[in-house]
Every structure is written in structure tokens, then in C-alpha cells.
Nanobody
Framework: QVQLVESGGGLVQAGGSLRLSCAAS????????MAWFRQTPGKERDIAAA????????YYADSVKGRFTISRDSAKNTVYLQMNSLKPEDTAVYYC?????????????????WGQGTQVTVSS
């Protein structure tokens, strides 16, 4: 198993940048696919970005492609989400998630471990 704790959320103006961090516990962090999901009130939890266990493959939702970058540092047991050119529609609670397997899934139900979430608010 892996325990996840997100940080780095906050209030930022449209066009600004923010970097989210997800600290993972456990010695097997490098074997988990990782992802960032986001959720707004009344809506389902949707994927923003994912990265494979070896860092060799990434996935981005069309809405964030070209603006967000997911990365991982196995030595620090941490996954990051660099968010640039932020828009008000990016406002959401962002969750870090982990999944087993050969490739990173894109659906929330495929992830077995979740962080507590961190709020990102983008003002216009």
C-alpha cells in the first residue's frame, strides 16, 4: 500500500502558475502508476494527468494539455503537477492517486489509493 498527502494548493490569478506536490510513503513508490484527478461540487472526479510507474508515459486531459506537466521523483517519493496558464475553470479540489499495473489508468475507479485533496482556486 501507499499513503498519499497533497500540498501546494491555493489561490492564484488567471494566467498564473502553481505546483502541486504529492508525498508518498512506502518503499515501493516506484512501482505505482500515479495520477492527479480534480473534482468540483456536483461533478464526478475526472483525471487531469497521469504518469506511468517508470515515468516513461504520461497522459493529459485535453483541457489541460500544453499547460500542465506531471512528473515524479522516485528518490523523494514525490509526484508533482506543474500548472501554468491557469484558468478559472481549473478551480477544483485536486487529488493525488496511485494504481498498480503496467500502465497508468485514466478512470478514478481504477485507482486504489488517494490523498486527502488540496483546493486550487483560480480567480478571474
Amino acid at each position: 500500500q501507499v499513503q498519499l498527502v497533497e500540498s501546494g494548493g491555493g489561490l492564484v490569478q488567471a494566467g498564473g502558475s502553481l505546483r502541486l506536490s504529492c508525498a508518498a510513503s512506502g518503499r515501493t513508490f516506484g512501482f505505482y502508476n500515479m495520477a492527479w484527478f480534480r473534482q468540483t461540487p456536483g461533478k464526478e472526479r475526472d483525471i487531469a494527468a497521469a504518469i506511468s510507474w517508470d515515468g516513461g508515459n504520461t497522459y493529459y486531459a485535453d483541457s489541460v494539455k500544453g499547460r500542465f506537466t506531471i512528473s515524479r521523483d522516485s528518490a523523494k517519493n514525490t509526484v508533482y503537477l506543474q500548472m501554468n496558464s491557469l484558468k478559472p475553470e481549473d478551480t477544483a479540489v485536486y487529488y493525488c492517486a496511485a494504481a498498480r499495473g503496467a500502465a497508468a489508468p485514466t478512470k478514478a475507479y481504477e485507482y486504489h489509493s488517494w490523498g486527502q485533496g488540496t483546493q486550487v482556486t483560480v480567480s478571474s
